[in-house]
């Protein structure tokens, strides 16, 4: 499967496997994304995780995570209607 120009919504993105997942989906190894959301309830963990992203220092991490501001997006919330309310499903090619 490629992920290469399609918008990825991760349900429960700061979770222990969303981040893992999100970790993974930025290598590119299966494709760049268009976008990648990150759908979870917790505003806290979802700054965290744009914090731990944004403030790298290794070189690979670097190069690896350099348009992570430009590509991954942040979205709270904790129902099903949720999706809908926001339209985070619209143009979403994998969920």
């Known amino acids: 499967m ?9 349900t429960g993105g ?3 496997l969303g981040k893992i997942l999100t970790k993974r989906i930025l290598t590119n190894e ?10 979870s309830r917790d505003e806290s963990k979802q700054h965290e995780m744009r914090l731990e992203y944004q403030h790298r ?3 690979t991490d670097e190069i690896i995570y350099h348009n992570f501001e430009q ?3 942040f979205r709270i919330g904790d129902d099903p209607n949720t999706f809908k309310r926001h339209k985070c499903t619209h143009d979403v090619g994998e969920i």
Request: charged share 20%; net charge positive.
């Open 30 to 39: 299966m494709g760049k994304p268009k976008k990648i959301i990150i759908f």
């Open 71 to 73: 590509l991954v997006e």
């Open 14 to 16: 700061t979770g222990s």
């Open 57 to 59: 220092t290794v070189a």
């Open 2 to 10: 490629t992920l290469g120009k399609k918008t990825i919504l991760i």
